[in-house]
């Protein structure tokens, strides 16, 4: 297959998953104005297809096409056919991955959905007024819909990574796929930097640290002798925003490390219902205590502490940095061993403070695809400069001080193998994993049950649904 025609089934391919990720989750939303005029009722009778377990309504193509237009999504040249055969695939994938013992936890998507409902609910002001825009008769059975439109999707998404966790290429794959690419069809890469951090935390008083102590064991006691919700002091008092709102609630696998070391370690040495002793972390002082054990995963839920930094603690930061930075503005030390030696961050310490981008792994980070709060403070900085002392939150509230450089600077840029080959290796990996995928779901089609209602038999799918 010509290179512009496989990346151009990439983009679209990609650009549909993202599409139903999203607009599937919510198309429900534009059913309750639907409703209300009869001469635009959807359809919610009819089967559309079956593939394997799985039933698609006229009214699943139908509300999708709604769900799009009530986005601002314009639906200008997208057939319902092309709607049909990708929700078929979603329902393949799910199947197969039911078929194939792929497990998703029925207590991560109730989570998913309980911070679904807690978004809606904090937008529109009560869950009697989420229910009424939804058109839902009550709370259980929206949480119900929710529940089974994101299954399928985590299902489905599953599946996909399960079919391309084992696909590796070699440098010599990677040649090739570049090599294949007709030069007036070469990608262009935007203006790339890279970036080097250095960071000083501020010094924590011993009676602060005492006081976060105390407070955490006071937690533990209300919960253990007084009978208290743990849930509840987590969305009163806890500092970490990514739980707060659900009663500080985490699924850990044992197998598959997603916390800090000394979160896991806490976490696994408790028997369901009990309560860890205060213990420090790089985001601050945590309890922690076990609500289910289910084989390799556990549900648990946590407080996060952070202390509090007097303003001279924080000055004092900002000095250490300005005397760093002129040091190395004078060449007396180098910025990488300057990171080295005086940075708190540990993450960067040891590579000299260099940053890498959490989205692509590498390096390099692309001007027009940054955070922008980094954005804003290094846009503005020549390669080799180094910023003035930057204040800086982390997630759990800590403030800190850091001074940033540009280590190198990449301008806008015609592909270039030898330069931009991590890049290339990207685009080569996910082309041999787009046909890996093809490869897959053909095969599958030919070994599932599929029926298509004779409404939709004249479609022109890009797979052979009909298996002709």
């Known amino acids: 297959m010509p290179y512009e025609q496989r990346n151009l089934n990439f983009t679209v391919k990609n650009y549909l998953l993202l599409l139903f990720a999203f607009t599937l989750s919510f198309n429900i939303s534009a059913q309750g104005p639907l409703n209300n005029d009869k001469s635009k009722r959807i359809k919610i009778d009819g089967v559309s297809a079956v593939v394997g377990d799985y039933v698609i309504l006229d009214s699943d193509i139908d509300k999708t096409l709604v769900d799009m237009k009530s986005q601002g999504i314009s639906t200008e040249g997208i057939e319902r056919c092309q709607l049909l055969g990708k ?22 998507v109730y989570s998913y959905v309980d911070q679904s409902i807690e978004y809606f609910t904090e937008q529109l002001g009560s869950i009697e007024k989420v229910l009424e825009f939804y058109n839902k008769p009550d709370e259980f059975s929206f949480r119900e819909q929710l529940f089974e439109i994101n299954k399928l999707q985590k299902l489905a998404s599953l599946m996909q990574s399960e079919i391309v966790s084992k696909i590796e290429i070699t440098p ?3 040649r090739s796929f570049f090599e294949s690419i007709p030069e007036d069809e070469l990608p262009v890469f935007g203006t790339e930097i890279e970036l080097a951090q250095i960071v000083i935390e501020p010094a924590v008083s011993d009676e602060e640290t005492q006081r976060v102590i105390n407070r955490l064991k006071d937690f533990k006691n209300d919960v253990e002798e007084k009978g208290l919700s743990f849930a509840s002091k987590a969305i009163l008092y806890s500092q970490d925003p990514g739980s707060r709102s659900t009663g500080g609630k985490y699924t850990l696998h044992r197998k598959r490390p997603r916390m800090v070391k000394e979160f896991r370690d806490a976490a696994f040495g408790l028997e369901e219902g009990q309560i860890s002793q205060p213990f420090k972390s790089d985001f601050g002082w945590h309890i922690v205590t076990v609500d289910k054990i289910r084989g390799q995963q556990v ?12 303003v001279e603690q924080l000055n004092q930061s900002r000095t250490i940095l300005d005397s760093l930075r002129k040091r190395i503005v004078d060449k007396e030390i180098t910025f990488s061993d300057a990171a080295f030696n005086f940075s708190s961050e540990k993450e960067t310490r040891n590579s000299g403070g260099t940053l ?10 692309e001007l027009t695809k940054m955070d922008p709060d ?7 900085l020549k390669e080799g400069e180094i910023s003035v002392p930057l204040l800086d939150t982390d997630r759990s509230g800590l403030k800190k001080y850091k001074i940033i450089m ?46 298509i209602s004779k409404d939709y038999k004249s479609c022109e799918f890009t797979n052979n649904w009909s298996k002709k």
């Open 374 to 380: 980094l954005y804003n403070q290094v846009s503005k």
């Open 406 to 451: 540009i280590t190198n600077r990449f301008e806008e840029h015609v592909a270039d193998y030898s330069q931009d080959f991590i890049r290339i290796k990207e685009l080569a990996l996910k082309d041999k994993q787009l046909r890996a995928i093809e490869k897959w779901t053909k095969e599958r089609i030919e070994d599932t049950y599929v029926s």
């Open 172 to 174: 010599e794959e990677v």
């Open 299 to 310: 549900d648990v839920r946590h407080i996060l502490l952070t202390p509090k930094v007097d």
């Open 356 to 365: 890498i981008n959490p989205v692509t792994g590498d390096t390099r980070f």
């Open 87 to 108: 929700l078929m695939e979603d329902k393949l994938y799910a199947h197969h991955a039911v078929q194939d013992s792929l497990i998703v936890s029925d207590s991560e």
